[in-house]
Structure formats: structure tokens, C-alpha cells
Nanobody, 120 residues
Framework: QVHLVESGGGLVQAGGSLRLSCAAS????????MGWYRQAPGRQRELVAT???????NYADSVKGRFTISRENTKMSVYLQMNNLKPEDTAVYYCNADTIAMDSRLLEVWGQGTLVTVSS
């Protein structure tokens, strides 16, 4: 089974930048879509960006033009470059991966989350 570990969160001023990283470990037949989600206090978890195994990307409207998702398949890693951060980007950011296990089960895997705080 695959495990995901995020890093790169922290405190930044509005207008600043952060880069989140997520590394996958373990064994899977394949890792398909990977992505980032976030959950702000008192709100539901929401999609930030996703990237397919062939590099196709999808972004929430609120982050288009400011965030960039990328991945390195050989390292089983996905990244989120966040520029021009706003206070409303404050949330716990979670890494997500759709995997196919060695026994062909479809498994959705989540990381433990990393906190991003943007001060005004």
C-alpha cells in the first residue's frame, strides 16, 4: 500500500510564496491521478489542483494563475507551487493519490496534511 507524506507548509505573509511537496512510499501497481486538497477551519475539504499520470492538470478557480501543480513520476512525488498567497488560502493542505494496488484494488490514499497560514 502507498503512504503519502506532505511537507513545506508554514506561515507566510500575503503576497508570498510556498512550495508544498508530497512523497509517496510503498508498493502499488500504479499511481494515477495525484492532487492537493485543502480544508479551512469550519469548512469542507475542497479540491485545489489535480494532475494525471500524463501531466494533465485541473485547478480550482480560486487558485488559477497563482498555483502550479507538478509531479515527478520516477520519485512518486507531487508538488504545489503557491504564489501570491492570500489570507483565504489559509488551510490544512492534503495530498491525495488514486492508486491501483498489486491485487488490482482501487485505493484512494490521503496524506496527514500540512498547515499553511497566510497572514494579512
Amino acid at each position: 500500500q502507498v503512504h503519502l507524506v506532505e511537507s513545506g507548509g508554514g506561515l507566510v505573509q500575503a503576497g508570498g510564496s510556498l512550495r508544498l511537496s508530497c512523497a509517496a512510499s510503498g508498493i502499488a501497481f500504479s499511481i494515477n491521478d495525484m492532487g492537493w486538497y485543502r480544508q479551512a477551519p469550519g469548512r469542507q475539504r475542497e479540491l485545489v489542483a489535480t494532475i494525471s499520470s500524463d501531466g494533465s492538470t485541473n485547478y480550482a478557480d480560486s487558485v488559477k494563475g497563482r498555483f502550479t501543480i507538478s509531479r515527478e513520476n520516477t520519485k512518486m512525488s507531487v508538488y504545489l507551487q503557491m504564489n501570491n498567497l492570500k489570507p483565504e488560502d489559509t488551510a490544512v493542505y492534503y495530498c491525495n493519490a488514486d492508486t491501483i494496488a498489486m491485487d488490482s484494488r482501487l485505493l484512494e490514499v490521503w496524506g496527514q496534511g500540512t498547515l499553511v497560514t497566510v497572514s494579512s
